[in-house]
Nanobody, 120 residues
């Protein structure tokens, strides 16, 4: 089970940190990812991280502004979002892969989503 939190309303240029807590004993062996879906658009990948945390990747649209990280003791993955833009407004989902690296489309379990709204 994946539980995402940390969404909210923020002004453009602001920051938010999303968290996703995972239950179960496979977290430390699982690649994790963050995705988002804006109104009227398809879901898109945002960031991915390997099971150890040693490898990360980002969509071009968030590169340099967002940082994905994980804590394998707390079974939690994070998405630090800085310099937010109105176009970042979306429901953000975390996802867990059955592999050590799931990017971009090898994810098996999904959280419920948390809404991020960026006002201009």
């Amino acid at each position: 089970q994946l539980q995402a939190s940390g969404g909210g309303l923020v002004q453009a240029g602001g920051s938010l940190r999303l968290s996703c807590a995972a239950s179960g004993r496979t977290f430390s062996r699982s690649g994790m990812g963050w995705f988002r879906q804006a109104p009227g658009k398809e879901r898109e990948p945002v960031a991915g991280i390997s099971s150890s945390g040693g490898l990360t990747t980002y969509a071009d649209s968030v590169k340099g502004r967002f940082t994905i990280s994980r804590d394998n003791v707390k079974n939690t993955v994070y998405l630090q979002m800085n310099m937010l833009k109105p176009e970042d407004t979306a429901v953000y989902y975390c996802a867990l892969s059955g592999r050590t690296w799931g990017w971009p489309n090898e994810y098996d379990y999904w959280g419920q989503g948390t809404l991020v709204t960026v006002s201009s």
